[in-house]
């Protein structure tokens, strides 16, 4: 088709469409506590077995960790509570008991004195140490905390692996201008370098994204808003999708 013609097109699909759409955009969930971003109760099975969901906050160990520890090396899954963690496997070195982690030595281990160190249902269990943070720069959103800068700066050294070094054959730096098909609006950056300095590529690829530009099916903001794609990480635990501008650097907040 023609492009003149396609864009005529898209225009109209647009106003038709805009009243509706735009909502999705300006329904963004409400934010919370900057301290409390980013922090979950596991309960897959706590309460079943009589015991409190377990608390875990994300703020709190990827000072120490790359994501890539825990969502490729220990195989944490992105989505809570689909993870099938039990005590047995903790105690006996895997998941949050794995080696370097709640093994007894690097951090608390799993003996009785400390269940409810963990097991407590109160997913602002670890606030109080928040203030540990507050000299890392700050950001408008999430954690209020800028992450990559705290990073690129050395503010932040977290541990890239426990035992399986990431592949350094195995890299890609390039900076992808994301264009929507809508007219009009600023594409989105993305910059494979600060993403794979936390992400093993099999995070995003190819569950998530194709390895090919403008090839990734049903990729839409409105998609991201709902916790697809970018939103994966982008709605919980890296900076939320209110921050148009970090993603699309010619729009204003
Ligand atoms: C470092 C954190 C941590 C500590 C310490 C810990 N747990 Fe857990 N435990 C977890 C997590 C995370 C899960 C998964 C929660 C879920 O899926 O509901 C879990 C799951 C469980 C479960 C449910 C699954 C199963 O295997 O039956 C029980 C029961 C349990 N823990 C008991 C205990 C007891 C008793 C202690 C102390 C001896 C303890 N835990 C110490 C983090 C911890
Ligand atoms: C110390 C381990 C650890 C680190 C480091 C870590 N995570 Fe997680 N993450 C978890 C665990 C455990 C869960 C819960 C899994 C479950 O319940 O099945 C989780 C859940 C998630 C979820 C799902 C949240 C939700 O609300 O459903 C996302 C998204 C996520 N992590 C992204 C990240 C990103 C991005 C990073 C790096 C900035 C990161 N994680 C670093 C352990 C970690
Ligand atoms: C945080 C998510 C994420 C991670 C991690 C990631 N990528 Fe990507 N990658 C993307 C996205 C998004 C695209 C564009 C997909 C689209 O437009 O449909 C892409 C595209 C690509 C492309 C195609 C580029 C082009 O111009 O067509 C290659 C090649 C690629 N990635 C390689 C890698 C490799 C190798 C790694 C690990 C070192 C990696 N990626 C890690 C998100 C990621
Ligand atoms: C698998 C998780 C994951 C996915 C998927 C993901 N990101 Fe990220 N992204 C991160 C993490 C972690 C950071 C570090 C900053 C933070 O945590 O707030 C980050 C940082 C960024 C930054 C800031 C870079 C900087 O220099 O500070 C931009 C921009 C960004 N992401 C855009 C995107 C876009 C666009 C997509 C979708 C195409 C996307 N991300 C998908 C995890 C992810
Ligand atoms: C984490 C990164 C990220 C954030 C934050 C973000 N966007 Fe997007 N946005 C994208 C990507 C990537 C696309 C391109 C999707 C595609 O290929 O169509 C996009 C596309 C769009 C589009 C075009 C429609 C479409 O589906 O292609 C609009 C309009 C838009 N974004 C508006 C916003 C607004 C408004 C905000 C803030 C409320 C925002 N975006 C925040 C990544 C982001």
Redesign the pocket.
Known sequence: MNTLLKRFLWIGLALLVWPAWADQ??D?PPAPPPADFGNLLINRQSENKSVKPATFSHWLHRRKFTCRVCHFELEFSMKQNTTEITEKGNQSGQFCGSSGCHDGKAAFGHVAPNCEKCHNGDRSYSNARFAELSRLPHAPFGNKIDWGKSLSKGLITPHKYLSIKPDAQVTFQETLL?????IG????V?SHTPHVWQLDCSNCHPDIFNVKK?T?KH???????RGQ???V??TNV???????????PA?S?
């Open positions: 955009f300006w963004l994301l264009e929507s098909d809508w609006t600023p594409p989105a993305f403008k990734t990729f839409s903001m409105v998609a991201n808003l794609y970018c939103g990480c982008h890296a900076f939320p999708m209110a921050d148009c501008a970090r993603c699309h729009m907040n």
